[in-house]
């Protein structure tokens, strides 16, 4: 876990985290958003709004004061969830500024029982962003890091010029993410936190919690407490708990029972990563040849 997860901020009155890069949080504190959504405003004159948040007129007219006589020229979503991506659109009706995020047809496919309660199911991006891409302001420039797992279109990005990572809901500053099947998917979060592993961030900002200045370690501590969690769920199982609410009694007894519908969740996806990885279910597997084939959970 970041071992800092404090931090100071005034609702409504924005922070100079760099030269590059001021953050305002949104007044929408709670179990999964911790203080609120940071809203990140990033250039000196071209700026870029990443995530600017829900629907909030106070913030909304924050994000505007902040910007003072600067161009909003790109407005940027990390994924669309309903505390990142709702205000994205009056703001676009105020600035004109046109919106920036991952999409593919996959998601048209998808109907509203594939999204958890909290999706943005009304957003479409007007400039779709792929793994890779570079965005460009006046004295700034992001690139793309598509990041699946949280959500199918979770995108961070990366500040070239001060090697800072925006790093959404993907690696956050206070908790683990929550991963929500069938759109969330732990296998994908796994494989992209191995993927900001190759990287050379130095500085993590999350829309949620504060700066994470060593992320290297974190992303190492985050991907060996996943692990760690499917060898409790292979424990769990051996006492006898078959079905996954027994098993988050178990697994989350020092986990507030209000948080364990959440936890049921992530114990899903647990599952679906560990039959997907034929990680051994030890009840899924009662013949030799099925043991075979079958292995502990790894990193």
């Known amino acids: 876990m970041n071992s800092n997860i404090n931090f100071s901020f005034e609702y409504g ?15 929408n504190p709670g179990p999964f958003t911790y203080t ?3 809203t990140f405003i990033i250039g000196t004159k071209e700026l870029a709004v990443i995530d600017p948040g829900p629907i909030d007129n106070n913030h909304l007219k924050a994000i505007l004061k902040v910007s003072e006589n600067n161009k909003i020229s790109h407005i940027i979503v990390t994924h669309t969830h309903n505390d990142h991506s709702p205000l994205s ?21 998808k109907t509203n029982n594939d999204f958890e309660e909290g999706y943005d199911n009304s ?15 006046f004295d700034w420039t992001l690139e793309a890091i598509h990041t699946p797992g949280h959500t199918s279109n979770h995108v961070c990005y990366s500040l070239k010029e001060e090697k800072i990572l925006f790093s959404g809901d993907h690696v956050m500053g206070w908790s683990t993410t929550v991963i929500v099947p069938p759109d969330g ?16 961030d130095e500085i ?3 829309t949620h919690g504060t700066q994470i200045n060593d992320p290297q370690k974190l992303v190492k501590h985050y991907i060996n407490h996943r692990i760690s969690r499917e060898n409790q769920i292979l424990e769990a199982i051996k006492l006898g708990n078959s079905m996954i609410n027994e098993m988050v009694k178990v697994i989350y007894v020092d986990v507030d029972s209000g948080l364990h519908p959440a936890a049921s969740m992530s114990t899903l996806a647990h599952l679906n990563r560990m039959v997907k990885n034929n990680i051994c279910l030890l009840y899924t597997s009662p013949s030799p040849r099925d043991r075979q084939k079958c292995r502990m959970p790894s990193s």
């Open 123 to 137: 957003f479409k991006p007007d400039v779709i962003v792929n793994d890779g891409d570079l965005i460009k302001g």
């Open 185 to 200: 998917d732990m296998d994908e979060y796994l494989k992209s936190l191995k993927k900001l592993l190759k990287r050379d």
């Open 36 to 38: 609120g959504t940071g």
């Open 13 to 27: 009155v924005s922070d100079q985290i760099t030269p590059l890069v001021k953050r305002l949080i949104a007044n």
């Open 204 to 206: 993590y900002l999350p």
């Open 89 to 109: 659109k009056p703001l676009q009706e105020i600035t004109g500024a046109p919106i920036y995020s991952y999409f593919n047809h996959k998601m048209d496919t």
